[in-house]
Structure formats: C-alpha cells, structure tokens
C-alpha cells in the first residue's frame, strides 16, 4: 500500500502517528500555552490530564497500481478525539516573558488545534508565522495541511511565504491537494502559490490529489479548483510515468478519470464570461472550471450586476459554487 507522502499510514488504513511529530492534543495545548502564561500572571493551573492519545481516522483508501516510493510525512493527528481549548491568551494583553523561540512555538502549537484567537495574540507578540520546527512545519503549512482556512488567512495577511517548502519539498498547495481541502487550494492560488512545483518524489499538487485521494466530491472539487487555477494537467509524475488521468485510471477512480478528462480535452471558450455566466446558470461545474481556466474571473459581474457565484447560488448549484467560491467568486 502506498503511503501518504503526509502522513504515516498503517497496513489497515488507518493513520498513524509513529515516527512523525504528534501534534498536541487539546489538553497537551492548553497545558503547552496557558501554563506558563498563568505562572506569569499569578494564577494557579490544573494540570492537564494524562494520557491522552489520539487516533486518525479516513485515511484516503487504495493505491496507484504502479508502486510509489514508500515514503512518509510528517503526521497529524486527527481532529477527532482533540477538544479545543479556550484561548489561552484570553485577557493577557501584553507578551508574559516569552522569548522568539516560545512564541513561535506555541503559535505552531495555536496553529495544529486551530485556535484563531491564540494565535492574533502571538502574532501581535511577535511570533513568525514562517518560522519552522525540526520537522519543517511552520503555523502556514499546518493551516495548509490541516485545512484550518480562517487560519491560513491570517498567516497569509502577517507574511506567509507560499514558497515555503516542508520535510518533503512539498508546497502548501501540494500539502492541501493530498488532504482534499479544496477551499485551501483556492486560497493559495489567489495567493500566488507556485502552481506545479514538484516535491521530491516527484508529485505536484494535482498527483497528490489524485494518487492519496478519494473517488469523492472533496476530492473532485479539488482537481476542478487546481485545473480552473492554472495547473499543469499533462506531466507525468517522476515516480510513476503518469499523468493525473492515468493515475486516476490506475486507482479506480471512474467518477474521477471522467472529470480529469472532461476537464482537459474540452476546447477554451471564446468568450470565457459569458461561458461562465451560462456555465453558472446551469450548474456545470466542469464548465465553470474551464471558463475559469480560460481567463474569467471569478468575481465578474453581469448585466444584471450579478456574479457567477451568486447566480450558482440562487440556482442550488453547489458544485459550480463550490469552485467560484475557492477562486474569490
């Protein structure tokens, strides 16, 4: 079986967290965070319970039919058994006594529980959004991997850096390909992500998403939303000699295989708004995705002063919406 080249997997499916970087669960954060900061104002702390383990669940199944390299990422483990804490930061307006080092730590720690509000604090405190531990995860490639989009915002709005590269020379768009978190992708086009950077065993972000995914609307969205951003659709993956079609033919996706190819041999528009706007009307998500693809933009307007994404909207159409919405519809 192919292992995800994110995250360690076991003979069963199930993801594992051996040999990788655990990141902390709720009560491991909260005793990470709010610990040395209640020392710095006073304030007694319970101690966090032991113990505490946690399993990943919904490993994407199947493998390509040509071996790729049994490699593995960095894991994260799942959302699952994690009970968000509060904010830890909650009514400290100013820095306790933390050095650059410990800031940055525990964002890395705010980013893996999606703790938003932990993490303005940090930031505002100076933590790096950039900065990376031993394993190469930084607060930005967590919130890529992990699919924490509110967070990716704000590490992208304090100077995240898309070209960053993580233990596997894996963007943050390859990292959110393999998850099949389509919002993230859409986010990082907008943001200029390099599209077809290759990682070192020779995926991009449109291999990953086909070769670690799923048969399924998460991970059909997110082909269609890096095909209308521009990706490269025709290169072979160093590893395999296969294009993205081939490799979904190879792991048996049919749902998958006919959107790839639909998506990639149907001709450009001429008129790439107007094919959108009727694309739209619809509901053909393929369409809306090759519009795109062809120079629409997302948010134009029509006629009647209406964008695609309001007009698939009004019409219940929400896979065209789905994509519209990615691209900043």
Not at 124 to 140: F, I
Not at 227 to 233: H, R, S, W, Y
Not at 298 to 321: C, F, K, V, W, Y
């Amino acid at each position: 079986m192919t292992a995800s080249l994110f995250r360690p997997t076991t003979a069963g499916g199930a993801r594992s967290t051996a040999g990788g970087r655990r990141r902390p669960n709720g009560a491991a954060v909260l005793a990470l965070v709010t610990l040395p900061l209640l020392a710095a104002t006073g304030c007694a702390a319970e101690k966090a319970p032991a113990g505490v383990t946690e399993s990943e669940a919904g490993t994407p199944a199947g493998a390509p039919t040509a071996a790729a390299p049994e490699t593995e990422k960095q894991a994260s483990p799942s959302e699952a058994s994690r009970q968000d804490p509060e904010p830890a930061t909650d009514g400290i307006e100013e820095n306790p006594g933390y050095d650059q080092a410990g800031l940055d730590e525990h964002l890395r720690s705010a980013a893996w529980s999606d703790d938003v509000a932990a993490a303005e604090k940090l930031i505002a405190w100076g933590a790096d959004v950039n900065a990376r531990d031993e394993t190469m995860q930084s607060a930005y490639l967590i919130a890529t991997s992990e699919g924490h989009l509110e967070l990716l915002r704000l590490t992208l709005a304090h100077g995240a850096d898309v070209r960053d590269l993580d233990s596997w020379d894996g963007t943050g768009l390859i990292r959110a390909a393999e998850r099949g978190h389509w919002q993230v992708v859409g986010e990082l086009i907008q943001a200029g992500v390099p599209l077809d950077h290759v990682n070192r065993v020779g995926y991009q972000a449109i291999h990953e998403a086909v070769v670690f995914g799923r048969d399924d609307e998460s991970y059909h969205a997110t082909v269609r939303v890096l095909i209308a951003g521009g990706v490269d659709f025709s290169t072979p993956s160093v590893s395999e000699g296969q294009t993205p079609l081939q490799m979904a033919y190879a792991k048996g996706f049919p749902r998958q295989a006919a959107l790839i190819e639909a998506l990639t041999t149907a001709p450009a528009p001429q008129d790439p708004e107007a094919a959108l706007f009727a694309a739209a009307e619809s509901g053909d998500p393929n369409a809306v995705a090759i519009a795109l693809r062809a120079g629409a933009a997302p948010d134009a307007r029509n006629a009647d002063g209406r964008t695609a994404l309001e007009i698939a909207e009004a019409n219940t159409h929400p896979a065209s919406a789905q994509i519209l919405r990615a691209l900043g519809g």
